[in-house]
């Protein structure tokens, strides 16, 4: 079974803070309900980087494996495969666009 969604939201802070936030894996657990174990090759996002999270949910602890599949900074655009427990696997395709200086749309 297959299903698609493509949410966007209007964030209300610059493109460069949030592009920051979405192409530095460190920096992920201060956004998502999740703790980095581990990034390899540490650094930013870069293509075929692998990145082990977890979070806890149930009374216990999930682990979260996500693929960076491609980045595009002249784009503001990341593309990540994360699979997640019970064989459930997300291709998310997040992009930014500036819409004023303050704020920014997200779509994911």
Not at 6 to 22: E, F, N, R
Request: proline fraction near 6%.
């Amino acid at each position: 079974m297959s299903f698609s969604t493509c949410p966007i939201a209007t964030v209300h802070a610059p493109l460069d803070k949030v592009w920051g936030l979405l192409s530095d894996p460190s920096r992920y657990a201060l956004w998502w309900g999740a703790q980095t174990r581990s990034i390899s090759p540490a650094g930013p996002a870069i293509a075929g980087q692998k990145i082990l999270a977890q979070t806890k949910a149930f009374g216990r602890a999930w682990d979260v494996h996500i693929h960076v599949e491609e980045v595009d900074a002249t784009r503001h655009a990341i593309h990540l495969t994360t699979g997640l427990p019970f064989g459930i696997t997300v291709h998310n395709h997040i992009t930014c666009l500036s819409l004023d200086e303050t704020s920014c749309r997200v779509t994911f």
